[in-house]
């Protein structure tokens, strides 16, 4: 049993590392913050040096890396600016399902321009009378067959990128009659520009940087080749990209809590109060000490859901303890920091108190806590 990383990957945690902080600045993250901006100057770099889509294979302009190595890069943007990290290494959101059930023109069409920046993409599942449910009774938006085309309607909600993605790869029902109904989903590519896709930005508490949407689909056309996959095995699919995805936002959970965790313990070194520095008081040593053993924890359980996950044993259960746990931490961590800067902890400018924000959202997506609790039990319940 080894514990230590490859040179290679430490090299590629270190140059991601050296990344974010040269073009992380503290003034910079906080004036997109405030604007709501998308941080483009600093995704085409990340695009230019090879950061985006590293477990991509080369032919689809990726690395070549495993799922270990994308968590390392999440881990390290997060830990500098975690709103920033998350919306530069989201924007192929749902291109993975591309990759791993789409057609060779699929692949060559799509996948090559997310890691040239030249296109960001989206996955569009979540419905606004359902959130994590895909499971009772069909799904609100269908796609029905014309002729060579797909005419798809409907509408999507807390979609990540949507108003700025090129394409997004939605969830439809295309088969109504399927009992259960979620044995009739499938996935289908919808180009962003089409005839009656529209998009309405939605206002979040955290992760001001990356932009989310409500969408709309008015019987829009596409033709059947954007069909990924087989017809009718959208839900199949879905679950197993949400296997991986889960660890990459476990990885995002990570670099927030160690980014939080930063900042707390470089305070305590400097902050005096009833005469010493306020790390060698018991109840904020204390704070720390937990913080980082459930960091340390944390970091464990999403490096060994990764290394499986690359090995090819995908464990369901595994996957949802990386995805929860650390999202949990991560807003512990966060809200302990706040509480060792005090005052300080709740102003905009000292950053502990946009990582809370940030880390919040994280035990949202890709399903809830509850979500995950429960997919753990059911596997030990046989």
């Given amino acids: 049993m080894d514990f230590e990383l490859t040179k290679e990957q430490r090299d590629i945690k270190k140059a991601a590392r050296e990344f ?34 590293i477990d991509f294979p080369e032919q689809y302009g990726g690395q070549g890396y495993g799922v270990l190595e994308r968590s390392l890069v999440m881990e390290e943007f997060c830990r500098v600016g975690a709103a920033v990290g998350i919306s530069v290494l989201g924007t192929g959101f749902g291109s993975k399902l591309i990759l791993s059930k789409g057609s060779e023109d699929q692949k060559q069409k799509y996948l090559v321009p997310l890691s040239r ?38 509408t999507k909600t807390f979609i990540s990128f949507a108003s700025i993605a090129k394409f997004a790869v939605v969830l439809c029902q295309t088969d109504h009659e399927a009992k259960p109904a979620y044995r009739g989903h499938s996935t289908i590519i919808v180009e962003m ?60 959970a990570v670099g927030i809590a160690q980014g939080a965790f930063d900042r707390a313990l470089s305070y305590a070194k400097l902050r005096e109060a009833f005469g010493q520095k306020i790390i060698h008081l018991q109840a904020v040593s204390h704070k720390l000490a937990e913080m980082v053993t459930k960091i340390e924890t944390a970091r464990l359980l999403v490096y060994k859901a990764a290394w499986s996950f690359d090995q090819g044993n995908v464990q369901p259960i595994l996957c949802s303890m990386a995805k929860w746990y650390p999202s949990k931490v991560a807003v512990e961590v966060a809200d302990e920091a706040i509480e060792i800067l005090g005052g300080h902890g709740y102003m905009l400018e000292n950053e502990v108190e946009r990582f809370y924000r940030d880390a919040r959202m994280l035990e949202l997506i890709e399903g809830t806590r509850e979500v995950h609790k429960t997919t753990i039990a059911r596997f030990l319940q046989g």
């Avoid at 040269?22 to 230019?48: G, R």
């Avoid at 989206?122 to 499971?135: K, M």
């Avoid at 009656?196 to 056309?221: D, H, I, Y």
Wanted: aromatic share 10%; net charge negative.
């Fill in 117 to 154: 920046g030249e296109a960001i993409s989206c996955f569009a599942a979540t419905e606004p009378d359902r959130g994590s449910d895909l499971v009772s009774g069909p799904l609100c938006t269908t796609a029905s067959r014309e002729g060579a085309e797909y005419v798809i309607s409907g």
């Fill in 193 to 252: 520009d089409r005839p009656g896709v529209e998009t309405t930005e939605l206002e979040k508490m955290g992760c001001k940087s990356l932009p989310t949407a409500q969408v709309s689909f008015n019987a829009v056309r596409v033709p059947r080749e954007n069909l990924v996959g087989e017809e009718n095995r959208g839900f199949y699919q879905a679950l197993e990209f949400l296997n991986d995805y889960r660890i990459g936002v476990g990885a995002l």
């Fill in 20 to 53: 974010a902080e040269a073009e992380m600045q503290k003034d910079y993250i906080l004036e997109l913050e405030l604007k709501h901006e998308f941080p483009w100057q600093i995704w085409k770099k990340a695009c230019q040096l090879g950061f985006l889509n």
